[in-house]
């Protein structure tokens, strides 16, 4: 069975940074995309950042030049480096992996960015 378990969340102050991880157990195929998206209260889930095997990369445009998304394909890890923080990024996080035939989805982290 396959589970993606997020970690890195919590709380910081405008301007901070914080790093998240997304690593998947269960693995037996190839993920063609790993991602991270975001969903705040009242509002849909977003895009925040996807990233393929290869490594190309896409980014939400409200977080171009602050995050920075990388992944690990041997670790089945996703990272999300994500450096001066605002208030709007207040949200949960969602891992998310794209495979041929269906994806997956993490249980989400919190971040919160306050003062």
């Known amino acids: 069975q396959v589970q993606l378990v997020e970690s890195g969340g919590g709380l910081v102050q405008p301007g901070g940074s914080l790093r998240l991880s997304c690593a998947a157990s269960g693995i037996k195929f190839v993920i063609i995309t790993m991602g991270w998206y975001r969903q705040a209260p009242g509002k849909q889930r977003e895009l925040v950042a996807t990233i393929s095997r290869g490594g190309s990369t896409n980014y939400g445009d409200s977080v171009k030049g602050r995050f920075t998304i990388s992944r690990d394909n041997a670790k089945n890890t996703v990272y999300l480096q994500m450096n001066s923080l605002k208030p709007d990024d207040t949200a949960v996080y969602f891992c998310?992996?794209?495979?041929?035939?269906?994806?997956?989805w993490g249980q989400g982290t919190q971040v919160t960015v306050s003062s």
């Open positions: 998310n992996f794209v495979r041929v035939v269906g994806q997956y």
